[in-house]
């Protein structure tokens, strides 16, 4: 059984490791990979239909608890603690919830002392007690027992009417006063371990097409000393198609993996006669997954031939590699009376709602099939890219047409 510190509005966790409001989706899994022998049975629960309109979420089945991560920006919103029998809680080193100790009401103002009125839902019949970063939901099983619930006459936490040795259904940490508000938090600093993250990501245009990337960047820019001292920092920086090996590396530092082309599966399709030349070296790509970009390398030049950005939506083969990178990227009209306007494809983007602004058909689409080896299969099925001026874009939903994946 796992015995956990509650930090309020900030963080769940041991001596070992610790889940931490705002902390990236990848970093929460890499805990949970770490210590799987320890916390077994983990489901990854998403909306294959509407991914956005609910949030991610990491159920430990075995241990009662979830992680709910934002749709959008993928880091951890909510930890909820739906089965506190599964589970040794403890607040300032002290336990509230254990084997030995039931989490009463009594208990709880002792451990975390007043608060305001609770908050009683009758149709979930549940009494919420509110903490600032805190909730606990209490089980009321008789309806006739509600009133004496209500908090309009209640001046503090001694006062309420509660059953005496009524104990604790669920408990929720989250950011801010209200948890049906609540946001996820920016990434702390603590979580950036040495990394750099990218807050954006605009793709940059001239006259015939992409021309390169301009990274909004962030970093925790701690010097000599301890990290209470660290300060987050911003900064800004561009690569462009022809840039060097060295430009790269000078201007986004090392990547995190460089990964040689075995086969290009979409060079079939170039129009160039040498595509049926064997290569006598492979391309190669730096891996930036803290900011969800690859860039691919001529392997003669040695100079920036393409750029792949990641939307790391559930359900692609590459889901978790990287991190959800927040582009924007300018696309041609070609509707009439519509020269020289441009609209913004996002991250967020439906593939039905690109292909209706741009105003002309789209050639059909080439079949895209992945695996990790000859004799493995994609448990997500194939997905269609769809070229689009001088860009590829990868749906991704096969069939449903929901987001997009882009190289330019």
């Not at 209640?154 to 940490?173: C, E, F, N």
């Not at 991250?347 to 992945?370: A, F, M």
Request: hydrophobic share 35%; aromatic share 10%.
């Amino acid at each position: 059984m796992l015995d956990l510190e509650v930090v309020p509005e900030r963080s769940l966790g041991n001596e070992q490791w610790e889940f931490t409001l705002g902390m990236p989706l990848a970093q929460a899994v890499a805990i949970l990979q770490k210590h799987c022998r320890i916390i077994k049975n983990v489901q990854v629960l998403y909306s294959e239909q509407s991914p956005l309109s609910h949030d991610l979420i990491l159920n430990l089945t075995q241990d009662g608890i979830k992680l709910l991560f934002d749709a959008f920006n993928q880091r951890l919103k909510v930890i909820e603690v739906y089965d506190l029998t599964k589970v040794k809680l403890k607040y300032c080193g002290v336990h509230f919830n254990s084997q030995a100790i039931a989490p009463t009401i009594e208990q709880i103002d002792q451990s975390f002392g007043a608060t305001h009125p609770g908050v009683y839902n009758s149709a979930e019949q549940l009494f919420h007690l509110n903490f600032r970063g805190l909730s606990f939901s209490f089980q009321l099983d008789s309806w006739t027992e509600a009133p004496k619930y209500e908090p309009n006459f209640a001046h503090g936490l001694a006062s309420l009417q509660i059953p005496h040795g009524a104990t604790v259904k669920r408990m929720y940490i989250y950011s801010g006063n209200s948890l049906q508000d609540t946001k996820a938090p920016v990434m702390p600093l603590s979580c950036f371990l040495g990394n750099v993250y990218a807050e954006s990501v605009d793709v940059l245009r001239d006259g015939t097409g992409p021309s390169g990337l301009r990274l909004r960047l962030l970093a925790a820019g701690c010097g000599p000393g301890l990290l209470a001292d660290a300060k987050m920092r911003v900064f800004e920086r561009s690569v462009y198609f022809g840039d060097s090996c060295q430009d790269v590396l000078s201007m986004l530092g090392s990547p995190h993996k460089v990964f040689y082309k075995s086969e290009d599966k979409m060079k079939i399709h170039s129009p160039s006669p040498h595509k049926q030349v064997p290569s006598k070296c492979n391309d190669y790509f730096f891996n930036y997954f803290t900011l969800g970009v690859d860039i691919l390398f001529d392997a003669n030049t040695h100079k920036v031939k393409k750029f792949v950005l990641h939307t790391n939506y559930p359900g692609h083969y590459n889901f978790n590699i990287y991190h959800r990178c927040e582009f924007k990227i300018p696309l041609a009209i070609k509707k009439e009376n519509a020269d020289g306007q441009t609209e913004t494809c996002t991250t967020y983007s439906k593939w039905d709602n690109i292909q209706d602004l741009l105003g002309h058909p789209v050639e059909k689409p080439v079949v895209l099939h992945r695996s990790s080896s000859p004799n493995n299969t994609n448990p997500f099925g194939s997905t269609f890219c769809f070229g689009l001026q001088r860009m590829i874009f990868e749906p991704a939903g096969a069939n449903r047409g929901h987001r997009l994946q882009r190289e330019a």
